[in-house]
């Protein structure tokens, strides 16, 4: 949430902020700012400019001559008052000599409001951040790490932060604590961002500080340390991106090239992974052996939002193909319920980002208690990928849009992935291992067959969109991905949008059932297919509009309904190809309402704040 971008070089700052800006704007879009250091003659001052609005409203009411070759930028998502110019980012002193931007929050902010305000501060915004301008501004230090470092010691909370000061003008000093913050190497000039999409253009050449790091930036190099100001020496390294992978193209929108994108993030998520002459799989990331997987009496999965739901997707090919007891909880509730870790149980923690706050302290919550766990996580080298055992990257490529798709469907093949193996070392058969690698190895075709029938989808999503409100249905594998395709319409079409299990119905929200309010039902081949099939006629008895996501051949005993067919996979694999055209149904309700697809309002990419 929120993004962070620096520059200190020879070029014009403004222009390289606000670019980078526009790169991150997905992790936070109401309100921008920056702030670049002038270089005048004279005292060296620093000019800030903010607004509540998007990035290209902070570049069109840009000031002449806002020039500068070192400054700071923020893009927001209000945690602490609400998005208004004086709210935005960057935050400074009453004086103007220090400028902060920062993600993350500050607990302890009320107490420190009041200390200073006891002091004779006056706070001119809501916000938690304007503290720290204030702290580094009044602390004793000579040096610009020392006040930093003396800032932070008061502080309790998360932060990824970046602080520009007039008195020290040839650098920047940045901080991590929970909340990513990443330098860049560029040719005698020098970058830092909360996020890599923000620098590829610039550089590939970076050091991820830890938490409880924290760097100086010159326009010639950078070096790290510690709050008590000792050196941690960190280096730079390469990382393998490709620029253009951070770009729309020729999409409308980053969700539609994403899920466009998914036959190919398949394919490259089970690349090198499938052995089909023993019907298993091959997980190097686990960093564990046979004797341990059969040790293994409880799978936990752990993740948010989305992830959270193909979390119980996987819960369900686990319990299927290994026959271990497996559930999915949502992370963001699970410490707060004093967990019991158990040795032989195998937490796994699912998240796109790597970043999702409350992902992140599930997992530091087990290993504290020394349980082993592992991530299904897409970001290289993110919070969780790093405190985890060990884990199976999901090589999705990077996902820009709020609403994820394609990491979500690398998720649920990761999820596969570690039932086959689970499986195999306990009682799936050589045989099923195989009829599941065949069929894992068709998906990414399959996925294609889906995606190709957009149009026919953007018709029913167009009539759907009319209704204020919808339910969505499945039963067992089937109700996960209602969920899925509930989470996805709410968040970008902003109808209320409801998932229920298809045989609660009549245990009460059939009350709600009119002609007004259309069901999604989830229909697979499956045992369970009649009893769908009496619900779709309780539905219709009573005027429900009904579009049924089903496989080719089911019979829905004439009952008056917009079918949708997907291909059959091995049952096991159904929910990710009945997941896909419910992602098109959102996407195409969205654009018919004319929505910002990949900025839902109220929203961000990442959740790093509780
Ligand atoms: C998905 O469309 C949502 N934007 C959201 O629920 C997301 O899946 C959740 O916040 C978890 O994010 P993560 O995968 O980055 O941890």
Not at 249 to 274: D, F, N
Not at 331 to 359: C, H, K, M
Not at 504 to 528: C, F, N, Q, W
Request: glycine share 10%.
């Amino acid at each position: 949430m929120c993004g962070i971008v620096g520059y200190i070089g020879s070029q014009q700052a403004p222009s390289i902020l606000l670019e980078g800006l526009g790169r991150l704007e997905h992790r936070g879009y109401d309100s921008a700012g920056l702030v670049v250091r002038t270089d005048g003659r004279g005292t060296r001052a620093l000019r800030v400019a903010k607004r509540a609005g998007r990035v290209r409203d902070l570049a069109d009411g840009l000031p002449k001559r806002f020039t500068g070759t070192a400054g700071i930028g923020h893009t927001r998502w209000a945690t602490h008052g609400p998005a208004t110019d004086v709210n935005a980012h960057p935050h400074t002193d009453a004086g103007q000599r220090v400028a902060v931007v920062h993600n993350g929050i500050i607990d302890n902010a009320s107490a420190l409001r009041e200390q200073l305000a006891a002091d004779g501060v006056e706070l001119v915004s809501d916000t938690d951040t304007e503290v720290i301008a204030h702290l580094v501004a009044r602390s004793p230090a000579d040096t610009l790490e020392g006040k930093v470092s003396d800032a932070l010691s008061v502080i309790d909370g998360t932060w990824g932060l970046a602080v520009l000061h007039a008195d020290f003008p040839d650098r920047i000093v940045v901080a991590r604590n929970g909340s990513p913050l990443i330098v860049g190497v560029g040719d005698k000039e020098m970058f830092v961002a909360s996020d890599l999409a923000a620098l590829v253009r610039h550089t590939t050449t970076v050091a991820m500080l830890d938490d409880g790091e924290l760097a100086t930036v010159t326009s010639g190099g950078f070096t790290t340390f510690r709050h008590d100001l000792t050196a941690t020496a960190k280096a730079a390294t390469r990382v393998d991106v490709d620029p253009d992978a951070y770009e729309a193209g020729e999409h409308a929108s980053y969700m539609h090239k994403e899920m466009l994108e998914q036959p190919a993030a398949a394919e490259r998520m089970l690349r090198g992974r499938l052995d089909e002459r023993f019907g298993a799989t091959h997980l190097g990331g686990l960093n564990m052996e046979p004797r341990e997987f059969r040790a293994i009496r409880r799978v936990k999965i752990l993740g948010c939002g989305s992830a959270y739901y193909v979390g119980q997707m996987g819960a369900g090919l686990i319990e299927d193909l290994a026959r271990i007891p497996a559930d999915a909880e949502a992370a963001s509730e699970f410490r707060y319920r004093n967990p019991i870790i158990e040795p032989d149980t195998l937490y796994v923690a699912v998240s796109q980002s790597g970043e999702t706050i409350d992902t992140l302290l599930a997992v530091q919550e087990i290993r504290r208690k020394g349980g082993r766990v592992i991530g299904l996580v897409n970001v290289v080298g993110s919070a969780v990928a790093r405190e985890c055992d060990g884990g199976i990257y999901l090589h999705a490529g990077p996902e820009v849009a709020v609403a994820s798709t394609k990491a979500l469907t690398n998720m649920f093949l990761g999820f596969a992935l570690l039932a086959i193996q689970l499986g195999r070392v306990r009682d799936l058969s050589i045989a099923d291992g195989r009829r599941l690698v065949t069929a894992l190895e068709a998906l990414p075709g399959q996925i294609e067959q889906v995606l190709a029938k957009e149009e026919e989808y953007a018709a029913v999503a167009r009539t759907l969109a009319e209704a204020p409100s919808l339910f969505f249905i499945g039963r067992v594998r089937g109700f996960p991905v209602a969920r899925e395709g509930a989470q996805k319409f709410k968040e970008i079409s902003y109808r209320h949008a409801e998932a229920y299990q298809t045989s609660e119905l009549k245990h009460g929200p059939l009350a709600l059932i009119d002609p007004a309010l259309p069901t999604v039902a989830v229909v697979p081949a499956d045992d369970l297919t009649e009893r769908n099939v009496g619900a779709l006629h309780e539905i219709a008895a009573r005027r429900g509009p009904l579009v049924v996501v089903t496989h080719d051949g089911v019979d829905l005993g004439g009952v008056a309904a917009t079918r949708i067919d997907v291909p059959r996979s091995e049952p096991e694999l159904d929910p990710i190809l009945m997941t896909l055209p419910l992602q098109l149904l959102a996407y195409h309700a969205a654009l018919h309402l004319g929505h910002d697809i990949d900025k839902p309002r109220n929203l961000a990419k990442s959740v790093t704040v509780e």
